[in-house]
């Protein structure tokens, strides 16, 4: 399949490219995100948000695309490319090119923050693929307001503060979801630098917090139709999103009753595999500290938005993937970590644990995004046929 030619792509070049040097991750990088650039670019009517984008984009005047509901940036970037182009497979091409600035930049953020060799870059990139697949074969507006967070995430680990703050105000210009990004920025900045603890205030406040977040979060989907009588402008998009749930598409496709337990199991058992095998690894430093939180957070997130309001909890969790790639792909020196690392069963341990990571990822893609959402992504059409 199609869909699978990046991972045959990334399986080839780490065979051809030595892993103990890194003057080849960027090669890797390259080649692997342009197979996917050209994939999501050469297509047509596939993709979840497909028949919206195309009618936009083909609006018959300017003024018409001006005036549309999109975020400013994404509609003046489709008149950039209309004027210059005239064409929407060269629009989604520069849509798709903000793959390879996604994956740079999370893969520069596990460089900078891990120890050499401290992470599996074919984990890092599988799960970047699998987790962001969707938002680049659809969601185009969220595809460019992650990336650009990404970006902002590695401002701000920079402690370049102000450049973070301003490509995240793009973020937001481009998709409004990314305003949700504050939570991980707020989370960061709440990360005790030394010592054993993760936070450095009290827990009771991180309590008092979450109970507050999500009491809010819950009274508001529940008086959506009071917000939109008095507050129209604000409320309009979460009374989309709390009617839409995410099933227009897909009803009658996947079973959701079935499928949302399974989604809401699997970020809990990985949330205590975290916890259990690499505690004291991910305490080291900073960011390991982050990286657990975030993705402790952003399990609590899923769960209650899963069964509340869904789309809120599939655009919603797009913004904390990040610490879902960097936690699975160091996951394996977790493990070793916790192992005699100069012994030969405990490498070779290492190395089966890292193979059967890979192993789910494959086919978490292939049942999870590729099969059940298959009313979007099968058979692939390209523009050649």
Known sequence: MVYLLPVVVLFFMNLILSKSNFRYSKIIILFFSVTFIFI?????RIGTDWEPYYEFFHLPSYKLMLEHYFEPLYKLLAIIVKLLFNNYYAFLFVIGSFFLVETYTVNKIALETMKPRGYSSTILLLAIYMFRFADYMGGQRQALAVALCMVSLMFRLKNKTFASIIVWILAI???????IFIIPMIIYGMIEERGRRIFEINPLVISLFLIVFFSISYWIINNSLVLNRNIPVISSILMKMVVYQGKRGTLGIIDYSFRDPLLVSERILFNLLFIIIGKNFYRKNRFGKFLLA???????????????????????????RFSDVLLLSTLPEALRS????????????????????ITYIVARFVVVVLWANRIFYLPYKSILQ
């Open 338 to 357: 916790r192992l005699r690392k100069s012994d030969y069963n405990s490498l070779l341990a290492t190395k089966l644990f890292e193979f059967l990571i």
């Open 294 to 320: 975030t993705y402790s957070f952003s399990t609590l997130y899923y769960i209650f938005f899963m069964f509340t309001a869904r789309v809120i909890a599939g655009r919603g969790i797009a913004y904390f």
């Open 173 to 179: 210009l481009f998709h409004y979801s990314a305003s």
């Open 40 to 44: 999501s670019s050469l297509r047509y």
